[in-house]
T-cell receptor, first 112, second 116 residues
Framework: SQKIEQNSEALNIQEGKTATLTCNYT??????LQWYRQDPGRGPVFLLL?????KEKRKERLKVTFDTTLKQSLFHITASQPADSATYLC???????????FGRGTQLTVWP | DVKVTQSSRYLVKRTGEKVFLECVQD?????MFWYRQDPGLGLRLIYF???????EKGDIPEGYSVSREKKERFSLILESASTNQTSMYLC???????????????FGEGSRLTVL
């Protein structure tokens, strides 16, 4: 199985700044890595996927990088807004078909 | 709009009661999953299923069982609820095979269970 570390439980930044969240894993490099957003009392919602042969993926203000040498993914939110405040989870594809391993999440707070 | 529906958002049960958590998806997905989520522990997989009548243990199956009699429905059963099963339970589904290009999980809104 995988061990996944999201480097901080909480991150507080000012509106307009770039938020950077980190996801590290310890075992084999997965075929892909995903990021989810979770609001309080709700289920996680899929944001982005990046494959092992991709270095970077963008979607609007979101950017994800994947470094299989460092065994790390970085998740960036540029021009952050208070509405971006949520918990962000990284998830790695396991060796078993369909199985994902989740990190514990980083709670992001963007203050005005 | 695709949807995973969990039957109860909030439940309060007593120790020793049998508890059923129901999950229905309308996306014709083959894979279905039950997770529990606790503060500081993240999402932990209880059971998953790749097809009707199939089930696989996840990381924490003890004290739980599941049932998948129809493709769209995946039930989680607590045979005899205990206080340490107080948690948020999340159901999810995904496509399988070549169609599962992203492996994206679609989650329900969660069922918050309190066992007294």
């Amino acid at each position: 199985s995988q061990k996944i570390e999201q480097n901080s439980e909480a991150l507080n930044i000012q509106e307009g700044k770039t938020a950077t969240l980190t996801c590290n894993y310890t075992n084999y490099s997965p075929a892909y890595l995903q990021w989810y957003r979770q609001d309080p009392g709700r289920g996680p919602v899929f944001l982005l996927l990046i494959r092992e042969n991709e270095k970077e993926k963008r979607k609007e203000r979101l950017k994800v990088t994947f470094d299989t040498t460092l065994k790390q993914s970085l998740f960036h939110i540029t021009a952050s807004q208070p509405a971006d405040s949520a918990t962000y989870l990284c998830a790695l594809k396991g060796s078993t078909l369909g199985r994902l391993y989740f990190g514990r999440g980083t709670q992001l707070t963007v203050w005005p | 709009d695709v949807k995973v529906t969990q039957s109860s958002r909030y439940l309060v049960k007593r120790t020793g009661e049998k508890v059923f958590l129901e999950c229905v998806q309308d996306m014709d997905h083959e894979n279905m999953f039950w997770y529990r989520q606790d503060p500081g522990l993240g999402l932990r997989l209880i059971y998953f299923s790749y097809d009707v009548k199939m089930k696989e243990k996840g990381d924490i199956p003890e004290g739980y069982s599941v049932s998948r009699e129809k493709k769209e429905r995946f039930s989680l059963i607590l045979e005899s609820a205990s206080t340490n099963q107080t948690s948020m339970y999340l159901c999810a589904s995904s496509m399988r095979g070549l169609a599962a290009n992203t492996g994206e999980l679609f989650f329900g809104e969660g069922s918050r269970l309190t066992v007294l």
